[in-house]
């Protein structure tokens, strides 16, 4: 499975833009970039998931280079429960290969 | 729906016992998954089950795991005899098949059990 490389952890506060970077340099025509969060004593839970194109839900944006080697999970405007570990997972079977993820603190 | 639900949510036992955990996955979900949460691995597939058969197992640790799903609505793991380097969070997942327009395939996750072997 293609790795990707995210920082462990990123800072925000709250109501400000979030930008969550992730590397996946060795990534197959065939992966999908896949995001999902952990909030604290919670399952992981699904945010994002796109291709080739820039992808936007009611939770975030994705935005994928055009290369496809990065992308960026984009929260609009982060509040308090947005606190989590955000998992970037490149995705072609079914199963879900969690790295260490980015911890996300937000503070008020 | 529920959701996913996992039972027990928390287990205390002493090394040497059997024990078994329980999942329900969603409704109309296909798909389960078995994973392992440690604060030094992180989060571990173990197995995942399509249509009730085993399709992946390479994560379970060893031959003191098993797991079976014996109905669309239920799946077991089970640790017989249990050791202290079990401890973790035992997480089920639930999903619709790859390919599936609804829900793009983002896998359901339950709460969790948290095991604790003494």
């Known amino acids: 499975d293609a790795k990707t490389t995210q920082p462990n952890s990123m800072e925000s506060n709250e109501e400000e833009p979030v930008h969550l970077p992730c590397n996946h340099s060795t990534i197959s025509g065939t992966d999908y970039i896949h995001w999902y969060r952990q909030l604290p004593s919670q399952g992981p839970e699904y945010v994002i998931h796109?291709?080739?194109s820039n992808v936007n839900n009611r939770m975030a944006s994705l935005a994928i280079a055009e290369d496809r080697k990065s992308s960026t999970l984009i929260l609009h405007r982060a509040t308090l429960r947005d606190a989590a570990v955000y998992y970037c997972i490149l995705r072609n079977t079914d199963k879900l290969i969690f790295g260490t993820g980015t911890r996300l603190q937000v503070f008020p | 729906d529920a959701g996913v639900i996992q039972s027990p949510r928390h287990e205390v036992t002493e090394m040497g016992q059997e024990v078994t955990l329980r999942c329900k996955p969603i409704s109309g979900h296909n798909s389960l998954f078995w994973y392992r949460q440690t604060m030094m691995r992180g989060l571990e597939l173990l197995i995942y089950?399509?249509?009730?058969?085993?399709?992946?197992d390479s994560g379970m640790p060893e031959d003191r795991f098993s797991a079976k799903m014996p109905n669309a609505s239920f799946s077991t793991l089970k640790i017989q005899p249990s050791e202290p380097r079990d401890s973790a969070v035992y997480f089920c997942?639930?999903?619709?098949?790859?390919?599936?327009?609804?829900?793009?395939?983002?896998?359901?996750f339950g709460p969790g059990t948290r095991l604790t072997v003494l």
């Open positions: 089950f399509n249509n009730n058969v085993p399709i992946d």
């Open positions: 997942a639930s999903s619709l098949p790859r390919g599936s327009k609804i829900h793009n395939n983002e896998q359901f």
């Open positions: 796109g291709l080739t």
